[in-house]
């Protein structure tokens, strides 16, 4: 007995991740994994076929599925996957449902059992699993790697026989994880940094990692971790506070988010037309939109003396170490499905339980646990 593994090749454009790396392949194994590739699957991250040892190689991704217990995968699979996989198959990727109607809708008709990797609770015992946090610190970092690309100055304070410059001033908005490691990078490169968040409990953390937390007076604890959304009066008392920092940044980076929501406006048009000349925004929220009401998501451009940065798909521009974090995420999410060379689902696994999005045709609330609808 085996798990027939499938891993497809990213077609998504500028998707340059794959959910596996040679590293997981001896781990995916010993757990009992029979492993079957996508023929160049990891071709974007110059990860040849022969790289993966002890995996078989398919060019037919319909025949590479058509066998397989668990669908491995970074981007929702184009439908036509789906359909060629075995009824009651197990599919683990993110899928986004909100944007993936037709998907969902094809999961349900199969029967597939899909873990959508951006449910994974955000609890302690889950951190090994959790994609979400392992993409975003690398967007974090990414984010002070442009910004200092852009800017026609340095970080640190440098002293030469000529005179000496003082250090950049950063202020990064939005100290989820993906805020917090432009912190720490930001520090390490010796800025000085500024930290912003509507929810306080971050200020210590902001503390923790060197930089100092803009204080607003706003407090936006929504559920589960997550901001709420701002009430116009008390957008109005943020943007009042927060205007004479960022005027004063040559560098900011944005991070904010709401789940489910288009992301909040951090930055107005009249907030950026009073930067200083030459200050760079790396607004890494252009997915939902953008933190600054200039951006322009998938672009970089020039507003007046300021440019503005809007990368999409952050993680995918780091794709090898992001294909390697992402891999070890799903490795620990199926060790907990795979023992003995089989895969059995405790649906009383927390993390089991709210990862999964579809299961024996049935949507599953993320508060419910599967098993109980099943039945
Ligand atoms: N295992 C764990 O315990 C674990 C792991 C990862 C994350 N978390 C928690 O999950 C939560 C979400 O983290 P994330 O990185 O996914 O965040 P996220 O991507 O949802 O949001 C990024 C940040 O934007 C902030 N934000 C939203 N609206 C804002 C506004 N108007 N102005 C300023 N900032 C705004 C949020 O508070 C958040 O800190 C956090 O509480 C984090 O600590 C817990």
Same mark, same amino acid.
């Given at each position: 007995?085996?798990?027939?593994?499938?891993?497809?090749?990213? +077609?998504?454009?500028?998707?340059?991740?794959?959910?596996?790396?040679?590293?997981?392949?001896?781990?995916?194994?010993?757990?009992?994994?029979?492993?079957?590739?996508?023929?160049?699957?990891?071709?974007?991250?110059?990860?040849?076929?022969?790289?993966?040892?002890?995996?078989?190689?398919?060019?037919?991704?319909?025949?590479?599925? *058509?066998?397989?217990?668990?669908?491995?995968?970074?981007?929702?699979?184009?439908?036509?996957?789906?359909?060629?996989?075995?009824?009651?198959?197990?599919?683990?990727?993110?899928?986004?449902?909100? %944007?993936?109607?037709?998907?969902?809708?094809?999961?349900?008709?199969?029967?597939?059992?899909?873990?959508?990797?951006?449910?994974?609770?955000?609890?302690?015992?889950?951190?090994?699993?959790?994609?979400?946090?392992?993409?975003?610190?690398?967007?974090?970092? &990414?984010?002070?790697?442009?910004?200092?690309?852009?800017?026609?100055?340095?970080?640190?304070?440098?002293?030469?026989?000529?005179?000496?410059?003082?250090?950049?001033?950063?202020?990064?908005?939005?100290?989820?994880?993906?805020?917090?490691?432009?912190?720490?990078?930001?520090?390490?490169?010796?800025?000085?940094?500024?930290?912003?968040?509507?929810?306080?409990? +971050?200020?210590?953390?902001?503390?923790?990692?060197?930089?100092?937390?803009?204080?607003?007076?706003?407090?936006?604890?929504?559920?589960?971790?997550?901001?709420?959304?701002?009430?116009?009066?008390?957008?109005?008392?943020?943007?009042?506070?927060?205007?004479?920092?960022?005027?004063?940044?040559?560098?900011?980076?944005?991070?904010?988010?709401?789940?489910?929501?288009?992301?909040?406006?951090?930055?107005?048009?009249?907030?950026?037309?009073?930067?200083?000349?030459?200050?760079?925004?790396?607004?890494?929220?252009?997915?939902?939109?953008?933190?600054?009401?200039?951006?322009?998501?998938?672009?970089?451009?020039?507003?007046?003396?300021?440019?503005?940065?809007?990368?999409?798909?952050?993680?995918?521009?780091?794709?090898?170490?992001?294909?390697?974090? &992402?891999?070890?995420?799903? &490795?620990?999410?199926?060790?907990?499905?795979? %023992?003995?060379?089989?895969?059995?689902?405790?649906?009383?696994?927390?993390?089991?339980? %709210?990862?999964?999005?579809?299961?024996?045709? %049935?949507?599953?609330?993320?508060? *419910?646990?599967?098993?109980?609808?099943?039945?």
């Amino acid at each position: 007995m085996y798990v027939n593994v499938a891993v497809l090749k990213e +077609t998504q454009p500028h998707e340059r991740r794959v959910a596996m790396v040679p590293s997981v392949v001896p781990r995916l194994i010993k757990l009992g994994a029979r492993l079957h590739m996508e023929c160049g699957a990891g071709d974007a991250i110059k990860l040849g076929d022969a790289d993966f040892k002890d995996v078989a190689f398919i060019a037919d991704r319909r025949a590479l599925v *058509s066998d397989a217990d668990v669908v491995l995968a970074v981007q929702p699979p184009a439908l036509e996957v789906i359909d060629a996989m075995k009824e009651g198959a197990i599919l683990l990727c993110f899928i986004y449902a909100g %944007k993936e109607k037709a998907l969902v809708h094809r999961l349900l008709e199969k029967k597939i059992t899909c873990f959508a990797m951006e449910r994974v609770p955000r609890i302690s015992r889950a951190q090994a699993m959790d994609a979400l946090s392992s993409q975003s610190a690398l967007t974090g970092y &990414y984010a002070v790697q442009l910004g200092t690309t852009h800017l026609a100055r340095i970080l640190p304070k440098i002293t030469s026989a000529a005179g000496a410059i003082g250090p950049a001033k950063v202020l990064v908005m939005g100290l989820g994880v993906a805020g917090l490691e432009a912190i720490a990078t930001a520090h390490r490169l010796g800025a000085v940094v500024e930290g912003y968040d509507v929810r306080q409990e +971050t200020e210590e953390q902001a503390l923790s990692l060197g930089a100092t937390f803009v204080e607003t007076g706003v407090d936006a604890r929504g559920k589960g971790g997550y901001a709420r959304e701002l009430s116009a009066e008390e957008k109005a008392k943020v943007a009042a506070v927060l205007t004479k920092h960022i005027q004063a940044a040559d560098l900011i980076i944005t991070t904010a988010a709401i789940p489910g929501r288009p992301s909040p406006k951090l930055i107005s048009k009249a907030q950026v037309a009073g930067m200083k000349a030459g200050a760079v925004i790396v607004d890494v929220s252009a997915e939902g939109g953008g933190n600054c009401e200039d951006t322009k998501p998938g672009e970089t451009i020039e507003v007046g003396a300021v440019t503005i940065v809007a990368p999409l798909n952050v993680p995918s521009l780091l794709g090898e170490d992001a294909s390697e974090l &992402y891999a070890k995420n799903q &490795y620990n999410l199926l060790a907990l499905m795979m %023992k003995d060379n089989i895969i059995t689902i405790d649906w009383k696994d927390e993390v089991l339980a %709210k990862t999964a999005l579809t299961h024996a045709g %049935k949507l599953c609330d993320e508060d *419910s646990k599967p098993a109980a609808k099943v039945a």
